[in-house]
């Protein structure tokens, strides 16, 4: 009977909370696997209700990059090549570098980034993921350098809409650490500790933490959140992460991780009118940091396929930028090792602001 009250008393808090909520944000999952035998895997989800015009890009070490974001944006030298998903063509939302460090992009609606002041180096939102793989190697050494704010966050609109891209960010390595870094009320908040497996949506990471607390205490085997809200994936993640079977066998690993992210994700074509920030998971990546091999697979198409960034060639010298064409709504069907498929291409241009 205390469970069942107190279900009820969490369910109740919980829907107030949601009703006060923003909704137009677009929902993701996206979590860390520590297996046996050093296996880290993460992997993501992309929910959005449209097509996000994604396709899979290769970066050599050695590119000259700009912040795309004004006159004192920052600019920078790749040290590390790196496997990424798009956004539009304009934006890096997810990828691996030759390093084993993973960088993630997810929507948050409560983000409010500081505001430029005076000749601040300033960074593109599109830019912010790459700008991590291509400069570092560890979550540690991330971790180190943004908390000494090298740049200012400049958003811009989202392509073909009126209102602002606001994101948080996801980082793991190839030993299972993990930060979340967000921007709250105009300051840059890092969470960090290998303990922060799992992050969704809305609302900010340490309210999802609270969250997740009262789940722990039942106990998934009892009762899990069956809904496609934030917090409910994040419950479900959370639990299933830590409860498949830790084994020293890649393939069981890979396919272990994969339907964790299947079951945190949302059906393709769901739509909820009252509740616009549900939408459907468009496509999944897993990244093994330790193997360096990069797992993509559609909501549209019947195979699973991935690249082998130890068959790449990612030196400044002869490595190319090159583009793996994913088609409209990524129904472009690939199987197995894909390396071959990619095609010499000149690189996007972030989102960012004149």
């Not at 700008?131 to 560890?138: E, G, H, I, K, R």
């Not at 996801?170 to 930060?179: E, K, Q, V």
């Not at 959140?225 to 393939?251: M, W």
Request: hydrophobic share 40%; net charge negative; glycine share 6%.
């Amino acid at each position: 009977m205390t469970i069942i009250l107190g279900i009820i008393a969490f369910v109740v808090a919980f829907v107030a909370s949601s009703v006060l909520m923003p909704t137009s944000a677009e929902a993701c999952t996206r979590f860390v696997y520590q297996g046996a035998a050093d296996q880290v895997i993460t992997a993501r989800s992309m929910d959005w209700k449209t097509d996000v015009g994604s396709n899979i890009w290769v970066f050599p070490r050695g590119m000259e990059r700009s912040g795309e974001a004004g006159p004192n944006s920052i600019e920078w030298t790749s040290k590390y090549g790196s496997v990424i998903t798009s956004g539009y063509d304009v934006s890096t939302t997810d990828g691996m570098n030759e390093a084993g460090l993973v960088a993630n992009v997810l929507w948050l609606v409560e983000s409010e980034y500081p505001k430029v002041e005076g000749d601040a180096p300033t960074l593109s939102l599109g830019a912010w993921a790459q700008y991590v793989l291509d400069n570092f190697a560890t979550v540690a050494e991330t971790v180190e350098a943004l908390e000494k704010n090298p740049y200012t966050i400049v958003t811009a609109d989202v392509p073909g809409e009126t209102r602002l891209a606001t994101l948080h960010l996801s980082i793991s390595d190839a030993s299972g650490d993990s930060a979340i870094v967000e921007y709250i009320d105009g300051k840059q908040v890092i969470h960090h500790s290998r303990d922060y497996q799992v992050m969704t949506n809305s609302p900010t990471f340490d309210q999802q933490l609270a969250l997740n607390a009262y789940w722990k205490q039942i106990g998934g085997t009892v009762m899990l959140p069956g809904t496609n809200r934030a917090a409910d994936r994040f419950a479900r993640a959370s639990f299933y992460v830590n409860a498949i079977p830790k084994t020293d066998n890649a393939v069981e690993t890979i396919a272990s991780a994969f339907s964790v992210i299947r079951n945190a994700s949302v059906p393709f074509g769901i739509s909820t009118p009252e509740q616009p920030n549900i939408s459907s998971t468009r496509w999944r990546t897993v990244a093994d940091h330790e193997r360096k091999l990069y797992f993509f697979e559609s909501a549209l198409t019947p195979n699973i396929f991935w690249v082998d960034m130890n068959k790449l060639d990612l030196s400044k010298e002869t490595g190319s930028v090159m583009k793996l064409d994913l088609g409209p709504n990524q129904t472009n069907i690939y199987s197995g090792v894909v390396n071959e498929d990619f095609q010499k291409a000149e690189p996007f241009r972030f989102l960012g602001v004149e």
